[in-house]
């Protein structure tokens, strides 16, 4: 899965791609807006 928050302890995430909202392939084109002079983290898990 795929998670997106605004801080590096990964609470209130901005994008959750994980569970029923999981990436059906190994490429995704971020279709949120995301804003300038902003700091995100990723975390990108293997199911299982």
Same mark, same amino acid.
């Given at each position: %899965?795929? !998670?997106? *928050?605004?801080? $590096? !302890?990964?609470? !209130? *995430?901005?994008? $959750?791609? !994980? %569970?029923? /909202?999981?990436? *059906? ?6 279709n949120t807006s995301l804003n300038h002079d902003t700091t995100y /983290?990723?975390?990108? %898990? $293997? *199911? %299982?």
């Amino acid at each position: %899965g795929l !998670n997106s *928050p605004f801080d $590096i !302890n990964f609470t !209130n *995430p901005c994008i $959750i791609k !994980n %569970g029923d /909202y999981a990436l *059906p392939t190994t490429a995704w084109q971020c279709n949120t807006s995301l804003n300038h002079d902003t700091t995100y /983290y990723w975390f990108v %898990g $293997i *199911p %299982g």
